[in-house]
């Protein structure tokens, strides 16, 4: 890091008139007008000119990806629906498998005219059927491809393994598992005529995709067919596995594959059957609908009339355990991933990732009851640092500005400006600047006068302990 202090280029920064900034609002307001200069100098958020993602940002593409075909998926699909009453069903992807339009994202880039571009890594997937079969090979991509922001395509590049879209299907070339296949095409199967909410339709989905990878095994006799479940899923699959318990597999697929019923009707069946009277089944529809597990959890408990169910509650607590496991270790790195790469980036780069790491944070904090603060102080300890410079000569009659190198400062290479403000006669207190994940770092720089001459070697430790802010202090220069 370089610092020195000189006068402000003329009508290009920011002055701090002591006699003007007065009073508590008068100080804030100038402590906002710092830092926004300090970033506008630092991450040049005014520079116009896009900038690529930070090298590193995600981990390079895979060079080769094995899918499940999705013919012998299909095949798999259709023979345990047809066991449970239900043949003649159909994806909403198309009667042909063969067909299917499936794009497997690699991870996103940004090229420097500012173009988001993620590219399909179809060519590098290698389809896995029976044994002595050729699997083929995925069709050509030819639906209209859903556009993200920046900042969707990097949390789905962090946190997304695969999605089922209206009429195509979503894959991740860098978190995709293997089976993961098998759980969307489940989904693709779900009747666009009924809504299901969220624990509905990944905990059937997640029961359903069970059985279709045992059926993937007896058809290839290959065990990695076999479908592990999802812990993130647990607490809604054990539900739906409670309700099946209630009734029967046969009425719980019908409920959730038929397209030639509507939802209202099925559950009206369910809940006759189980002698809810007429004016309990709107609010027992309303609760097992809903996306709040207490909430099925009253609806079960009125269905089973107080009796015993396939999953107690100490199951459902187990579950719960593991699903905030698998959703922190998720959350957690993805957010540990970003703070370096905030830490580096500059101008419309800079601002999109601040924005994708605020809404980030709040996301977390929302998930483990922390406010997003504590979520960045929990994985980055991020440390503020002050530069507080006394003027030994002609202290208040030439403002000084402070001069820091961005890449120490983490803002990009080049040198950068740090404006300062006069907090007492002749002392220059510099807007704060944020140090992620650097705790115990020691930081160099240059010291100068006015004139950018006889600089002097400096340094300081960044605090090794849980230490929020620090003033750095005892530095001196002449600036007459």
Known sequence: MFLAVAPPDVGKSLTFDR????????????DARLRLETLTKTRQIDDATPSALPAGMFKDDPQAIEIPSPKLVDEAVKAVTAALGLPGLKSRLGAEPDTWNIYVAGHPRIS????????????????????????????????????????GAVAKQLDLSAEAKSDYMWLNAG??????????VIHTYEPQSKSFSTPMAEGLSEVFAYMVGQ????????????????????????????????????KIAKLYFDPATDLDTELGALFAEKNIPEDDRKTVKEQLTSPKLDAIDAALSTLAGGGVQTHDSTALDVAKEQSEAATKGTGDESLKKLYPQLSTAKGATYLTLSK????????????????????????????????????????????????????EMGGGAEERALPARE?????????????????GKEIKFK??????????????????????????RGFSVKVS
């Open 19 to 30: 006699k003007v900034d007065l009073g508590a609002v008068q100080t804030n307001i100038a």
């Open 112 to 151: 420097v005219t500012g173009v988001l571009s993620t590219p399909n890594l179809a060519s590098k997937a290698a389809l896995v059927g029976r044994a002595g079969e050729d699997p083929g090979k995925l069709a050509s991509f030819t639906k209209s491809l859903e556009a993200d922001e920046l900042g």
């Open 175 to 184: 978190r995709f598992e293997f089976t993961d296949l098998i759980h969307e």
């Open 215 to 250: 059926k993937l095994v007896e058809l290839t006799t290959d065990a990695k067919f076999s479908y592990a479940y999802n812990d993130y899923y647990n607490p809604f699959r054990l539900r739906m596995e409670n309700l099946i318990g209630m009734f029967s597999l046969a």
């Open 356 to 407: 994708v790491v605020g809404k980030m944070e709040r996301e977390r904090g929302a998930a483990t009851g922390e406010t997003p603060e504590e979520v960045r102080k929990r994985l980055a300890a991020p440390v503020e640092v002050t530069f507080e410079i006394r003027a030994t000569a002609g202290g208040g009659d030439l403002p000084p500005k402070i001069f820091g190198t961005a890449g």
């Open 423 to 439: 907090i007492s006669k002749g002392v220059w207190q510099t807007a704060p600047i944020e140090f992620l994940n650097q705790r």
């Open 447 to 472: 010291l100068v006068n006015a004139k950018g001459e006889a600089p002097v070697d400096k340094e300081f430790t960044l605090p090794d302990r849980d230490t929020a802010k620090v003033v750095v």
